[in-house]
């Protein structure tokens, strides 16, 4: 039997944005070291490191100590490839909702190639906006609706444990379907599609409005490749170049 690569399980990276609680912190690792995840990432978490963070990872601290603390969500997924946000609700932002299951299948599948990584909200108000559309899809625990909302770290042991499971069930994966672009990329791209629609008028740069988020959200329910993001950013080039040419004065 072919073994289970320890190198994908190193490739899925556990991130957690704004944490309220260091206790939860803590299980989370713990629920993550049970589960084979070592790669901890804390966006602005409001208390770290903290003796009730420590407590509660019992044995998983070297989780902990090797932790990444990141003081925005686009860094903590600057080289991933995929990042799927986890969330009880929030149907409005990213089309597409997966299973935990088909969760764990794309990213042990990207996991070959790229660092991969599952987001997680913070406990009182989720996952917000923004930060959903730094995700390329959407993953749901099955849950009692009358109830939906577990403890992040309970939906982080459900994850990891499903991630394992895949991962154990599944020596032989699918290949990946795509070189996609990395989250830093991807970020760079709509960088310049704001400078862009700026520099054509149809956004006026100290009011972006809705449009930005808007346009996130439309291009985050596709996984752009490296060579359609660079297609894209020539189109806004080509269009810059032509906006400056045709306003330039004439000499005549
Ligand atoms: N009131 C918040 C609950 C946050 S619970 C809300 O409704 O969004 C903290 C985190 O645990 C969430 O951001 C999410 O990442 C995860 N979580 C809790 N219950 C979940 C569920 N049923 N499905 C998926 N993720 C869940």
Not at 15 to 20: I, K
Not at 218 to 225: A, E, V, Y
Request: glycine residues 6%; proline residues 5%.
């Amino acid at each position: 039997m072919t073994q289970s690569n320890p190198q994908l399980l190193a490739n899925i990276r556990v991130v957690l944005a704004r944490t309220s609680h260091p206790g939860n912190i803590g299980a989370a690792a713990r629920a993550m070291k049970t589960m084979g995840l070592s790669q901890l990432v804390l966006v602005e978490p409001a208390v770290f490191p903290n003796s009730q963070a420590d407590a509660m990872a019992s044995g998983a601290i070297d989780v902990l100590a090797d932790a990444r603390v990141c003081s925005t969500l686009a860094e903590a997924l600057a080289d991933t490839t995929l990042a799927l946000g986890v969330s009880a609700r929030r149907r409005d932002i990213v089309a597409e909702i997966l299973m935990p299951q088909q969760a764990a299948v794309r990213l042990l599948t990207e996991a070959q190639a790229a660092p991969v990584a599952l987001v997680f909200g913070n406990e009182t108000s989720g996952l917000s906006n923004e930060e959903l559309s730094l995700c390329q899809g959407l993953v749901t625990i099955a849950a009692n609706p009358q109830y939906s909302s577990l403890n992040l770290a309970a939906a982080v042991q459900v994850l990891s444990y499903e991630v394992r499971r895949v991962w154990l069930d599944q020596p032989g994966w699918p290949d990946r379907e795509l070189d996609a672009a990395s989250g830093a990329e991807i970020e760079r791209f709509y960088g310049h599609l704001e400078t862009a629609l700026a520099d054509l008028d149809f956004l006026h740069p100290g009011s972006p409005g809705k449009l930005m988020l808007k346009l996130r959200r439309l291009f985050s329910r596709t996984r752009l490749s490296r060579e359609e993001v660079n297609i894209l950013r020539g189109i806004l080039s080509a269009a810059q170049q032509a906006k400056k040419a045709g306003t330039r004065p004439s000499n005549s």
